[in-house]
């Protein structure tokens, strides 16, 4: 690949940045001090430095965040702080994105990544993959609810969804409050919520805790991100 491509994908500025840093004479590929944007390199084989220091390439990025409320899912945004926005200046890279979306004032489990392949197989409508979640919601979820949820909803738009389990953790009778999990096998747009709007009551609180066989670990508090780990990703992947 060319230099600057192998660069900007290190992590080392974007490719504008990066050329300027080559043309300084900041970068040696095999002890070789390399002036040109355009040189060929091998990321496994050649020893690329800066100043140096050497790069380890690595071309894919996967990063599990447990995204606050406030927050939205996107890559930039003109009022909001988005997702990228929570990422230190060490893991910012351009071309992260979200892996779907959570609402603005949804909680939890969010993957970012550079890896589009990894997000299509996720989010494909074809791949059914299980999306849980927990939510608050003001009035009383009954035995009927969970029946009609596991038949698939007519929601708002006369749009038809899938078959989803819904499970009454616990009623508060006083307040008029039930808490609930709810697993689905697709993504339609605020679809939780719209789906207990269906049986006529309304979600206060929501929060994404797991993503296929991957559940959003107990030890990433709200707002804090890091790495996924290789056994994350298998299991992630697995269905």
């Known amino acids: 690949m060319r230099l600057d491509k192998f660069l900007a994908d290190v992590g080392l500025g ?9 043309k300084k004479g900041n970068i040696t590929v095999n002890n070789e001090i390399i002036k040109s944007d ?3 390199v091998n990321e496994v084989e050649d020893r690329i430095k800066y100043l140096g220091e050497s790069l380890h390439y690595q071309r894919y990025f996967y990063y599990i965040l447990n995204k606050p409320a406030g927050v939205v899912s996107a890559t ?15 893991d910012y890279r351009e071309d992260l994105f979200p892996v779907g979306r959570l609402d603005k004032d949804t909680e939890g489990l969010l993957i ?3 890896d589009g392949v990894f997000s ?15 939510a608050v919601v003001q009035g009383i979820m009954t035995s009927e609810d969970v029946i009609a949820f596991a038949k698939g909803l007519i929601i708002d738009g006369e749009e038809q969804t899938l078959p989803a389990q819904l499970f009454i953790d616990s009623v508060d009778q006083e307040r008029a409050t039930s808490h609930i999990r709810l697993i689905l096998h ?3 747009f605020h ?8 049986v006529g009551k309304e979600v206060t609180y929501l929060k994404r805790i797991r993503m296929g066989k991957f559940p959003l670990p107990e030890d990433l508090s709200l707002g804090e991100y890091r790495q996924m780990t290789e056994e994350e990703l298998v299991q992630i992947r697995t269905k």
Do not use: C, W
Request: glycine share 2%; proline share 2%.
């Open 186 to 188: 697709e993504g339609k």
């Open 38 to 40: 355009k040189f060929q």
């Open 191 to 198: 679809q939780v919520k719209r789906m207990v709007k269906a």
């Open 120 to 134: 299509h197989q996720l989010l494909s409508p074809k791949k059914h993959v299980e999306k849980e979640y927990e």
């Open 112 to 114: 970012l990544t550079n």
């Open 76 to 90: 930039q945004d003109n009022y909001d702080q988005t997702v990228i926005d929570l990422l230190s200046d060490e």
């Open 14 to 22: 974007s490719r504008k940045e990066v050329k300027s840093l080559i």
